[in-house]
């Protein structure tokens, strides 16, 4: 079957306008990798001289070793927090009706409609009035406020999907509530779960302004210490900035590769069109 000339020129715009953003995504990525292992870079193609000491340098200079900890401790948490706080609300919220249902949904949406700067600031204000802001457990506490409604709102799809009759039966055979949620609920919400924790590792890795404004000396992510390496006073190599990039990029996909060791996309959005 023969395509339409409209059909090939448009297919062919969109196959451009791709290639052209990953060419120039590629060649960004490529460049900073490059110049991490550069001694000098003017006017040419490729660096003048390759070396590792840059990430000697940032590895000792930023203090990596303590902020990748910071970020793990960080990232897990506020994974762990969201899963066991968001998928119990989401699973009310999918089979409970009651009065101002609509409000406390409206309420869910707006940390993920509104920029995380427009309540990020009296957030960190009330957390340094409770004594929480510059420690772990307020970036904690502050990367909760979206994630929660994040998950909540992944999850309320596949709560939906379940047949109510199935938890019916597991009560008419005795299951209590506990017992339904974590041996007849959980295992069917599995790929939903999953699915939703991934997407908060992700966000939770890339927030920068809610751990920006709560974040310590001690309490700093990876994100927020590489801000301060390009604008804090000194000077620094350009180099060693860009070796810390490059931490950054790995660290993230090094947890992306391990939470994909245990999801696989294609069967989430599967399970999701059924």
């Known amino acids: ?13 969109i196959w451009t306008a791709v290639a ?20 000098r870079w003017f006017n040419s193609w490729l660096p003048s001289g390759w070396t590792t000491r840059w990430y ?18 960080v990232v897990g948490a506020v994974v762990v927090l969201s899963g066991l ?9 999918a089979r409970r009706n009651f009065p101002g249902k609509q409000a406390v949904m409206l309420l869910f949406l ?3 409609l509104v920029p995380p700067i427009t309540y990020g600031i009296p957030l960190a204000t009330v957390l340094y009035q409770a004594g929480l802001a510059g420690t772990i457990w307020g970036v904690i506490l502050a990367n909760l406020v979206p994630t929660v409604p994040f998950v909540v709102l992944i999850m309320i799809p596949f709560v939906e999907q379940i047949d109510p009759r199935v938890e019916h039966a597991a009560r008419v055979f005795g299951a209590r509530t506990t017992g339904l949620f974590t041996r007849v609920l959980v295992p069917l919400l599995t790929p939903g779960i999953l699915a939703a924790l991934l997407l908060v590792l992700v966000r939770t890795i890339a927030m920068f302004e809610l751990t920006f404004l709560t974040a310590g000396p001690t309490s700093q992510t990876l994100v927020v210490a590489l801000y301060y390496a390009v604008f804090a006073a000194g000077v620094r190599p350009g180099q060693s900035i860009d070796a810390m990039a490059v931490v950054y990029m790995v660290t993230t996909l090094v947890w992306l590769l391990i939470a994909l060791r245990f999801v696989n996309p294609s069967q989430i959005v599967a399970r999701a069109k059924r």
């Open 56 to 73: 000697t340098l940032a590895w000792d200079e930023f203090q990596l070793p303590a902020i990748l900890w910071v970020t793990v401790e």
């Open 20 to 39: 052209f953003f990953v060419v120039n995504l590629l060649a960004m990525i490529g460049s900073v990798v490059v110049n991490s292992f550069g001694t």
């Open 110 to 112: 707006l940390p993920l």
């Open 85 to 93: 706080i968001g998928v119990p609300a989401a699973y009310a919220m």
């Open 1 to 13: 079957m023969r395509r339409h000339p409209g059909e090939l020129v448009w297919s062919a715009v």
